[in-house]
């Protein structure tokens, strides 16, 4: 089952701008167990990265979608989408996945698989944290802080960071509620609520959120 969820993981990963090396990776050493896998793909999401307009539609997860390359019954799927980049680009990325992870210089089948477990997870890991930097405004990242520092906090006493932003930017959050910028978080599984459905706690994946942050020097100034 872990494995299973792992796979899956991989292939939601192909919705980057990074998917043609994961897509390699697959390849190589994934071909065969992902055959049943792709025939529960129906599409393939694209984020929305602009944030610069209407702020109240583009935090919205999985807001935009292209239908899937093929049919989803075998792997001519991932082929077709192979297919629509050059052979030279994948040569390059093949390059890169070597100095990366040193792969050729692995032995035996387990031990490559392993590896390329190990760096497709922090690709998947980076792909994520970069969406949701993409969107992520920067009241909402010091309302993460803070919660990192005090573990819980009462939803009236964060509003705080909403209210603030309101003042700074009131056109951008005229049609932007206090529930949805705390939705935003909740559905990136950023926060959590308590039982009472009033107190909030950030998650292991808020505080990974900021230690990522902080790790790609990433500025943590951000509008909003």
Request: glycine content about 4%.
């Amino acid at each position: 089952m872990k494995e299973y969820h792992t796979l899956e993981l991989i292939l939601k990963f192909l919705t980057s701008i990074l998917w043609p090396l994961v897509t390699i990776i697959i390849f190589t050493f994934l071909r065969k167990p992902i055959t049943n896998l792709i025939n529960n793909i129906k599409k393939i999401g694209y984020g929305n990265t602009g944030i610069e307009t209407n702020i109240s539609s583009n935090q919205k997860a999985d807001s935009s979608f292209i239908d899937i390359l093929g049919d989803g019954n075998d792997e001519s799927y991932l082929d077709n989408i192979m297919t629509k980049f050059s052979e030279s680009t994948f040569e390059q990325i093949e390059e890169s996945i070597e100095n990366e992870t040193k792969i050729s210089t692995v032995d035996g089948f387990q031990n490559k698989f392993e590896r390329m477990h190990k760096y497709a997870k922090l690709l998947v890991l980076i792909k994520n944290a970069e969406k949701i930097y993409d969107l992520i405004y920067g009241s909402q990242i010091r309302l993460l802080q803070r919660l990192n520092h005090t573990n819980s906090e009462t939803k009236s006493s964060l509003k705080l960071y909403y209210d603030n932003a309101v003042n700074v930017y009131p056109l951008a959050y005229e049609k932007y509620s206090y529930e949805n910028y705390l939705n935003f978080l909740y559905n990136y599984g950023l926060i959590i609520l308590e039982e009472n459905n009033e107190n909030v706690k950030i998650t292991t994946s808020g505080k990974d959120f900021l230690r990522y942050l902080i790790e790609a020097n990433l500025s943590l100034e951000k509008h909003y």
